[in-house]
Antibody, heavy 123, light 107 residues
Framework: QVQLQQWGAGLLKPSETLSLTCAVY????????WTWIRQSPGKGLEWIGE???????NYNPSLKSRVAISVDTSKNQFSLNLTSVTAADTADYYC?????????????????WGQGTLVAVSS | DIQMTQSPSSLSASVGDRVTFTCRAS??????LNWYQQKPGKAPKLLIY???SLQSGVPSRFSGSGSETDFTLTITSLQPEDFATYYC?????????FGQGTKLEIK
């Protein structure tokens, strides 16, 4: 059974850097895109970006200048850094496993998710 | 970016009812459409992938259909645990995008 467990600071001040980490337990770490998604009342669900086990990344252009996703294959973990946060970055942040292709069991879909981390940005 | 539009934004129904949600894409995207269910305080749960394939472990009362720009999610014989918010997500091109959700409430 695959489980994703995430953690990180929940309260930030404007201009600080958001840092979250997600650990993957069970299943294979390779063959998937490890993804960050956030959810806010104003913008709904927003795909932030993804990384595979080789370190290949894709980012949402709307956040690309501030986002970095990294991976530590020795620990089966991946991390999100978002710089220069503002109140607009206040959201629930989720890590998820997403399929990199369309096959018999998935299709660019998120089948396992972390529990979510509420990140609030306030002075 | 592909814009995903869901309708209605909310829906009231009773246990045992059949309900249908709609998701429309701003451009043609073959079958690369997924549906999720989300309950308050929880992460989204994958129900349907590739427009019509049922995720393992999801009850068969959930079904999906559609292609290109128009997709539907149907729940037959609503159960109490089905009252939640439902989202569509396109996997056709990055950045992946989600619809704004349809909230299913108890009548």
């Amino acid at each position: 059974q695959v489980q994703l467990q995430q953690w990180g600071a929940g309260l930030l001040k404007p201009s600080e850097t958001l840092s979250l980490t997600c650990a993957v337990y069970g299943g294979s770490f390779s063959g998937w895109y490890w993804t960050w998604i956030r959810q806010s009342p104003g913008k709904g669900l927003e795909w932030i970006g993804e990384i595979n086990h080789r370190g290949s990344t894709n980012y949402n252009p709307s956040l690309k200048s501030r986002v970095a996703i990294s991976v530590d294959t020795s620990k089966n973990q991946f991390s999100l850094n978002l710089t220069s946060v503002t109140a607009a970055d206040t959201a629930d942040y989720y890590c998820a496993r997403m399929s990199p292709s369309c096959g018999s069991a998935s299709c660019y879909s998120g089948d396992y998710w972390g529990q979510g981390t509420l990140v609030a940005v306030s002075s | 970016d592909i814009q995903m539009t869901q309708s209605p934004s909310s829906l009231s129904a009773s246990v045992g009812d059949r309900v249908t949600f709609t998701c429309r894409a701003s451009q043609s995207m073959s079958k690369y459409l997924n549906w999720y269910q989300q309950k308050p305080g929880k992460a989204p749960k994958l129900l349907i992938y590739a427009a019509s394939s049922l995720q393992s472990g999801v009850p068969s009362r959930f079904s999906g259909s559609g292609s290109e720009t128009d997709f539907t999610l149907t729940i037959t014989s609503l159960q109490p645990e089905d009252f939640a918010t439902y989202y569509c997500q396109q996997g056709y091109s990055r950045p992946y995008t989600f619809g704004q959700g349809t909230k299913l409430e108890i009548k």
